[in-house]
């Protein structure tokens, strides 16, 4: 169907405009994950199966997941994160990388039930993050993960845990320093 300048300006306008609850539940709709809570912002790309996706799940601006993905409920991913499983494998033969993935073991990924990716994270295949993670801006996970860690860096590392009772932040730093003072 040919765009006259109408329809354009109003397809930006709504894919710039449209990130509230209403906009994204009707995205998350379009896409087949209505009824379960799920919000998509725009520009995301979802390319996972539906039925691994959980409950009350938040899925950021121009986010993109790929491949054998789980997602569980209660999870926030942030804007402009990139969580692909996945591999593609050198050939020798023709001296280039597979135009598609190869199964080299299990390059699944797992985002625990509560987690929040923040803005700009990246999810390395067979990556499986634990219950209630936080994953900070920026961070590059390749590692899995144990419950309530707080994530940071290129690689990222454990920086910290979350308490389950509590759910204070308990930074490994300041836990050092203090007993380096003790």
Request: net charge negative; aromatic share 8%.
């Amino acid at each position: 169907m040919p765009m006259d300048d109408e329809m354009f300006r109003v397809l930006t306008e709504y894919c710039n405009q449209s990130n509230n609850r209403q906009g994204d539940t009707m995205r998350a709709e379009i896409l087949g994950l209505g009824g379960r809570d799920i919000q998509v912002a725009p520009g995301a790309i979802i390319r996972i199966p539906k039925d691994q996706i959980g409950r009350n799940i938040y899925i950021g601006l121009y986010s993109y997941l790929n491949g054998n993905v789980t997602i569980g409920d209660n999870t926030l991913i942030g804007p402009h994160c990139s969580v692909a499983a996945g591999n593609h494998k050198f050939d020798p033969a023709t001296g280039y990388f597979s135009a598609r993935t190869e199964k080299d073991g299990d390059d699944s990924i797992v985002i625990g039930e509560g987690s929040w990716l923040a803005s700009n994270v990246t999810i390395t295949a067979g990556v499986k993050l634990g219950r209630a993670n936080l994953v900070c801006a920026g961070a590059v996970v390749t590692k899995s993960t144990p419950d309530y860690a707080i994530m940071a860096g290129i690689p990222a590392a454990p920086v910290g845990r979350i308490d389950p009772v509590t759910g204070d932040y308990c930074w490994f730093a300041k836990e050092k320093k203090k007993n380096e003072e003790a």
